[in-house]
């Protein structure tokens, strides 16, 4: 099992940036790709994109593209969600997961809050 655990989110104004962190422990070896997620209020969650760990390949959604960057730092086990030029509608909680090759993601974090005001 991997743990996850989110970091670096809060109250940024319209236009500002914020880079959330998530950090894994536990079974990281089996971690193929992790994988960044939001969910608004009331809304289902979204997908924003993943990393896969072995060579730090990209893929983002249209929702991320632009102006959100996923990034990892092996050593440390973590992931980063750079985010840019944020508008009120990015106000989410954010989550991260992890996955193995052929599995689903089965590894979440607790999330942390953005909220942008505008």
């Known amino acids: 099992q991997v743990q996850l655990a989110e970091s670096g989110g809060g109250l940024v104004q319209a236009g500002g940036s914020l880079r959330l962190s998530c950090a894994a422990s536990?079974?990281?070896?089996?971690?193929?790709?992790m994988g960044w997620f939001r969910q608004a209020p009331g809304k289902e969650r979204e997908f924003l994109g993943r990393?896969?760990?072995?060579?730090?390949?990209?893929y983002y959604t249209d929702s991320a593209k632009g102006r959100f960057t996923i990034s990892r730092d092996s050593a440390k086990k973590t992931a980063y969600l750079q985010m840019n030029s944020l508008k009120p509608d990015d106000t989410a909680l954010y989550s991260c997961?992890?996955?193995?090759?052929?599995?689903?993601?089965?590894?979440w974090g607790q999330g942390t809050q953005v909220t942008v005001s505008s």
């Open positions: 997961a992890a996955r193995a090759a052929a599995g689903t993601w089965a590894s």
């Open positions: 990393i896969r760990w072995s060579d730090g390949d990209t």
């Open positions: 536990g079974r990281t070896f089996s971690t193929y790709a």
